[in-house]
């Protein structure tokens, strides 16, 4: 295909500013009032305005401005969250973009495709997804399928001379050949663009983690209705009004309503997607977040996954002896391997071939205009170009040596020099193929590859080294107890010899294609479960393989980058494409994409997945522990008329400010367990909030319960004045909350050494924290406000020992909890 000089930077970066970016309008950042106007509509703030009407119905206006104030803050609060998850995306979106391959200043580059003008000439290929609405200028046995404009599923065959039939639209995609194309519209001008708003309204439906979470807020709301309700009878009954009677029981249900849990599941799968971007890793689905830590099996190609993807032509065999390529006899065979390759290509391979067929400057011919090209074939791994040579037909092919060897040299005593070459060059992990040559005197040319009369003229063996990370990548992986399985196409030994260098245990057991095809699915799933390699693997297997993994229990984490990987990648539990090599198709049917084709950012993402599972379990299991001292408190009046009200609204909101940003940013962003690459995957069935984890949360908040119910029992019996107590009480709580915190941050680390490693949004939350409750405790205006008397320093020494008694508890629990594992590992 010929080069165009395409626009100028300028001239691009000028039609951007006019016509804007190439995409469909998307929906506007939220607005502070639009923010405020959705808060109004949770229960927790219907909840604080219903306290602030009644504490003024009540003629307190100073404690109803409070509660209103906290409101305030807490939408504050939630715009900040919001606006960190929104930055977040954003920078999602922008890596999202699909790429597009354009001519600027006369030359190819690859760009996003938000970024593509009008006037931009495109590069297409098969696998591409059309960027924008242009028109063909060259094709090459264009195929289109515009099912998502039309929904006929039939794909469309493109002619540059053809009117009628030259234009290609946004969003179609490219299932055959190649092409150049200028485009004409971009972004809502286009075709798709008339349909889009409609495409952007459907809605995915919740993971699994989001319902299970869904399930046990109604249950925790449903609770808090009707302990509201219950409260306000007992107090009632009691005698006291109906207003400060109500008061109580929306005190209760604020404790009790967990509002905490869908803001914390926003904020940890989009600052999750983000942690994953800078690792390389693109998110497209949030439910591969929650499947990360459980995969069990990774299976990964080899060419530039496992490999450099940089190859070179390292050494050559004919005339029955190894050569390289500057040997004068090997002159013949690059001549052939060259005129077998397009003229054009972004495949590291044929670059590879090109780089040594014009070293030999002088030297080489210029290779004429094919006449006939025959592509790969599903069952002939070879390909051919004819070209005119006189009043005949000259054609090459280069393709699977077994193939050709076979093809060429019936004879099995001919074959065995070849064999022979072809087995010691695959065995030092060269990629090897076959070249072979034709002639055709007269007639036309036939249809299939296999009919020409080919004779073998010699085998080259091009080098791909492993990635230097790969083998560190591949041992992380067995040591957190995953499976590395390499499925390639090349030739059995070349990619045993590759596996070995990698690292991947079991490098020998090397399953054919051959072998898949002639297997029934129980005899693939039995003998994949020893299996490490997969070699002369074609797409359509790759989807067998991955439903035989499912099938045996495994959670399968599949790479892939061609049009065809799309149905493994689609059935995988982890579907992951390429982002360089890869066609926009596999990239839609992955719910990963690995921004740069490498086998240890898949790796990281698998060390971050658990990371970011890791420290949401913490963060939910924390918010369940607080809030169980805190309905407790709440409810005590009721039962023992004796005890004053501990817990009033403003003491709950108080704590809420504290509880909601520990929650959505000190647990995001603590580190990771040392161990975190050490144990097993998390099993896929297993329940990410069961039975012994809410159990262990329970149990925390049992003994904050007990330290605070110890403290007010102490000051209880000592005749420390309503005011003094609840103080004092209240101080218990905060404090304890914070060892809480501490002491979840981390199941493995003392909570020494969690302080000491700087946690820094943490130590800004409880610093201030720490500062605002010695302000109130201190000065009488803020005190009087939460119905507090300033307590004597001697009235405070018995939060000491109760909170000391309580970390004592947590720490052993931890400890325990650390021994019972290690003895169960061993």
Known sequence: MATYPGLSEAEAAQRLLQDGFNELPAARPKTLGRIA????????????????????????????????????LIIAITFGQYRRTERALEALRSLASPRALVWRDGQSLRIPGNRVVRGDILELHEGDRI?????LLEAEGIMVDESLLTGESVPVQKHPESPENNKLFSSTLMVAGRGIAQVTETGASTRFGSIGASLNAIQTGPTRLQSELKRLIRVLGLAGIGICIMLVFLFFAKGTAFIPSLLHGLSAAMAILPEEFPVVMTVFLALGAWRLSRSQVL????????????????????????????????????????????????RNLLHALRSATPASSSDPMEHAIHESWEALGDGAASIPETVKEYPLKHGFPAMSHVYREGNAHRVYAKGAPELLIRLCLPDTEQRRNWEEALTAMASEGLRVIAVATAQVEHGLLPEEQRDFAFELLGLAGLKDPVRPEVPGAVNDCARAGIRVLMITGDYPLTASSIAKDAGISGWNKVLSGAEIEAMSDAELRECLKSVSVCARVVPGQKLRIVEALKADGEVVAMTGDGVNDAPALKAADIGVAMGGKGTDVAREAASLVLLDDNFASIVAAVRLGRRIYDNLGKAMSYILAIHLPIIVLTMLPAFLPETPVLLLPLHIVFMELIIDPVCSIAFESEQEEPNIMQRPPRKAGKRFFGLRDVAASLAQGLLLLAAVVAVYAYCFLHGYSEGSLRATTFSTLILGNMLLILTGLSRSRSVWKVLAEGNKALLLILGIASGLLTLILLLPGPGSLFSFEKPALHQLLPVLPALASMLFVLEMMKLMNKRVKRMAAS
């Open 37 to 72: 106007a959705e808060a109004l509509r949770e229960p927790m703030f219907l909840l604080l305005i219903a306290c602030g009407v009644l504490y003024m119905t009540l003629g307190d206006y100073r404690e109803g401005l409070m509660m209103l104030a906290g409101m305030l």
């Open 131 to 135: 960027p924008a609405d242009a028109v």
């Open 283 to 330: 998110t497209r689905q949030p439910a591969a977040i929650e499947t990360l830590g459980a995969s069990s099996i990774l299976c990964t190609d080899k060419t530039g996954t496992i490999t450099l993807n940089k190859m070179s032509l390292h050494s050559l065999f004919t005339d029955g002896k190894r050569c390289t390529t500057q040997d004068p006899d090997a």
